[in-house]
Nanobody, 124 residues
Framework: QVHLVESGGGLVQAGGSLRLSCAASGRTASTLAMGWFRQAPGKEREFVAA????????YYADSVKGRFTISRDNAKKTVYLQMSSLNPEDTAVYYC?????????????????WGQGTQVTVSS
């Protein structure tokens, strides 16, 4: 079993930056591929970024490419999402998820474990 806890969300002005963290617990946490997803009000949850177990492969949604960076520190069992050049369209609840198949993918159904989410609000 893997337990995920996100943190780092908040209110930021357009053009600003935030760093989200996802702390994982569980014996195999450092061997899992991890992903970030987000859900804006009234919209479906969508893929943001993913990273494989050792950080060697990353994958981004086109909407965040060049602005967001996913990384991980396996010693701390933590995954990060550095977000910059934020705009109001980035406002959403951000979720991290763990994929035991170790595939950095946008496919939500491959992620078995999910955090509770952290709110990111970007004001114009």
């Amino acid at each position: 079993q893997v337990h995920l806890v996100e943190s780092g969300g908040g209110l930021v002005q357009a053009g600003g930056s935030l760093r989200l963290s996802c702390a994982a617990s569980g014996r195999t946490a450092s061997t899992l591929a991890m992903g970030w997803f987000r859900q804006a009000p009234g919209k479906e949850r969508e893929f943001v970024a993913a990273i494989n177990w050792n950080g060697g492969r990353t994958y981004y949604a086109d909407s965040v490419k060049g602005r967001f960076t996913i990384s991980r520190d396996n010693a701390k069992k933590t995954v990060y999402l550095q977000m910059s050049s934020l705009n109001p369209e980035d406002t959403a609840v951000y979720y991290c998820a763990a994929n035991p198949r170790n595939i950095a993918t946008q496919l939500q159904n491959l992620y078995d474990y999910w955090g509770q989410g952290t709110q990111v609000t970007v004001s114009s």
